[in-house]
T-cell receptor
């Protein structure tokens, strides 16, 4: 399978704990995006990488959130000191150019 | 700032009936427009996209969409709906050359298909 892969698919954590999600993009794609989707809403943009450089960050990405893409391959999204409001589906997408983004199946985070 | 409005939160159609999902956008120029479909617990799959040229675009699974500049609309249509089309549909706008790389999504339309 050469699609976008996200792990884990589901994560339940206690409030205040740190969590980390991983995204493996399609191998030849140099662009990688993170989105957050809450119930009943469309995905909201969080951040964008071109190769290893993080070029754009949304104001939604508070200081508790950090994303990396070492060596321009896989990416991680870490949330520190999780809050109940962080409960959402976190979607990763990758693309070669601006014309089409391919999405992974997402990581569903539940903060209890 | 760009925005997308999907006026219908839920739509129910009978199998075999035609479908139209509405999408209106706000942007100062001709945007890139997309329709995505999301099945429960899954990621998003691209149905079709419009960048320029012919305003009627064909997509996968028998879907089509028409760009109408005068109405700032990009409505999705299908002549005959199948039960497997039940899902959530998202219209999106962007990304914008020189102005960022994000897609801006609408809030989605949940499609239910009655057998």
């Amino acid at each position: 399978d050469t699609g976008v892969s996200q792990n884990p698919r589901h994560k339940i954590t206690k409030r205040g704990q740190n969590v980390t999600f991983r995204c493996d993009p399609i191998s030849e794609h140099n662009r990688l995006y993170w989105y957050r989707q809450t119930l009943g809403q469309g995905p909201e943009f969080l951040t964008y990488f071109q190769n290893e450089a993080q070029l754009e960050k949304s104001r939604l990405l508070s200081d508790r959130f950090s994303a990396e893409r070492p060596k321009g391959s896989f990416s991680t999204l870490e949330i520190q000191r999780t809050e109940q409001g962080d409960s959402a589906m976190y979607l990763c997408a990758s693309s070669w150019d601006i014309t089409e983004a391919f999405f992974g199946q997402g990581t569903r985070l539940t903060v209890v | 700032a760009q925005s997308v409005t999907q006026p219908d939160i839920h739509i129910t159609v009978s199998e075999g009936a035609s479908l139209e999902l509405r999408c209106n956008y706000s942007y100062g120029a001709t945007p890139y427009l997309f329709w995505y479909v999301q099945s429960p617990g899954q990621g998003l799959q691209l149905l079709l996209k419009y960048f320029s040229g012919d305003t009627l675009v064909q997509g996968i699974k028998g879907f089509e969409a028409e760009f109408k500049r005068s109405q700032s609309s990009f409505n999705l249509r299908k002549p005959s709906v199948h039960w497997s089309d039940a899902a959530e549909y998202f219209c999106a706008v962007g990304p914008f050359t020189g102005g960022g790389n994000k897609l801006t999504f609408g809030t989605g339309t949940q499609l239910k298909v009655e057998l």
